[in-house]
T-cell receptor
Framework: EAQVTQNPRYLITVTGKKLTVTCSQNMNHEYMSWYRQDPGLGLRQIYYSMNVEVTDKGDVPEGYKVSRKEKRNFPLILESPSPNQTSLYFC????????????FGPGTRLTVL | QKEVEQDPGPLSVPEGAIVSLNCTYSNSAFQYFMWYRQYSRKGPELLMYTYSSGNKEDGRFTAQVDKSSKYISLFIRDSQPSDSATYLCAMSELYNQGGKLIFGQGTELSVKP
């Protein structure tokens, strides 16, 4: 089954404790992206990757890092999480050139205390 | 002013009703227009995809784009309780290197049996 998976699905942590949210896709997509979803603000892009070792900032990159060492994986790293990073996070992927029909993962609900 | 405006609802209709969901936007460079459906605790899933202006129909769903008015719509005919979800409009520019989608806030729809 073609899918985008994320782990963990739910996470409660404390300020300053480094964490990683993993994202993996099995569709051999070149392009992957991270979004956060907040009430009243909708979905906003954090980082994106056009292919292996090629990443760039989206609209709200502050406080986040990403890496793309393999085509299928695109982890989101919070080096020192803060309460304003409490949000619902989505990973997405698509084939390069396929318009903008992105496929989303199930989401990770993060709470930073 | 947000680039994409969408009435957050909630919108409640009886089963069988015709539902109209709308978004307005300000960026005339948008060329790709999408509607995503998001069930509770799930990631957004692509429902309809349109390039430039015009109409597109898929079963009970019809997407319309009016670029002159910067207005897009999604119509759902013979609505079903299973259509109860949040509907997100999304848009992007033609040469979208970053693959960034600009989302509306989402409209929460409830279809009552």
């Amino acid at each position: 089954e073609a899918q985008v998976t994320q782990n963990p699905r739910y996470l409660i942590t404390v300020t300053g404790k480094k964490l990683t949210v993993t994202c993996s896709q099995n569709m051999n997509h070149e392009y992957m992206s991270w979004y956060r979803q907040d009430p009243g603000l909708g979905l906003r892009q954090i980082y994106y990757s056009m292919n292996v070792e090629v990443t760039d900032k989206g609209d709200v990159p502050e406080g986040y890092k990403v890496s793309r060492k393999e085509k299928r994986n695109f982890p989101l790293i919070l080096e020192s999480p803060s309460p304003n990073q409490t949000s619902l996070y989505f990973c997405a992927s698509r084939i390069q050139g396929a318009g903008d029909t992105q496929y989303f993962g199930p989401g990770t609900r993060l709470t930073v205390l | 002013q947000k680039e994409v405006e969408q009435d957050p609802g909630p919108l409640s209709v009886p089963e069988g009703a015709i539902v109209s969901l709308n978004c307005t936007y300000s960026n005339s460079a948008f060329q790709y227009f999408m509607w995503y459906r998001q069930y509770s605790r799930k990631g957004p899933e692509l429902l309809m995809y349109t390039y430039s202006s015009g109409n597109k129909e898929d079963g009970r769903f019809t997407a319309q784009v009016d670029k002159s008015s910067k207005y897009i719509s999604l119509f759902i005919r013979d609505s079903q309780p299973s259509d109860s979800a949040t509907y997100l409009c999304a848009m992007s520019e033609l040469y979208n290197q970053g693959g960034k989608l600009i989302f509306g806030q989402g409209t929460e729809l409830s279809v009552k049996p």
